[in-house]
Nanobody, 126 residues
Framework: QVQLVESGGGLVQAGGSLRLSCAASGRTFSNYAMGWFRQAPGKEREFVAA????????RYADSLKGRFTISRDNAKNTVYLQMNSLKPEDTSVYYCAADRTPRTYIATTPGAYNSWGQGTQVTVSS
């Protein structure tokens, strides 16, 4: 089992930037693909970005390409989400998640991810 703790959320004006961090416990963090998801009130949890265990591959939600960047530092057991040019519609609770199932592809559905953090609120004001 891996435990995940997100940080870095907050209130930012439209056009601003935030970097979210997700610290993972456990010595096998480097074996897992990691993802970021978000969920706004009354909406389903949606895929944001994911990164393979080696950081050699990434995937992004089409609507977020060019604004968000996912990265990881396996030596620090941490995955990051850099968010630029933020918009009010980016307001959500952001969750990081670990996919502990060996795959040949990067999963983008919440059901594929086995471990979840508690979430961090991101609010973008207009």
């Amino acid at each position: 089992q891996v435990q995940l703790v997100e940080s870095g959320g907050g209130l930012v004006q439209a056009g601003g930037s935030l970097r979210l961090s997700c610290a993972a416990s456990g010595r096998t963090f480097s074996n897992y693909a990691m993802g970021w998801f978000r969920q706004a009130p009354g909406k389903e949890r949606e895929f944001v970005a994911a990164i393979s265990w080696s950081a050699g591959s990434t995937r992004y939600a089409d609507s977020l390409k060019g604004r968000f960047t996912i990265s990881r530092d396996n030596a620090k057991n941490t995955v990051y989400l850099q968010m630029n040019s933020l918009k009010p519609e980016d307001t959500s609770v952001y969750y990081c998640a670990a996919d502990r199932t060996p795959r040949t592809y990067i999963a983008t559905t919440p059901g594929a991810y086995n471990s979840w953090g508690q979430g961090t609120q991101v609010t973008v004001s207009s």
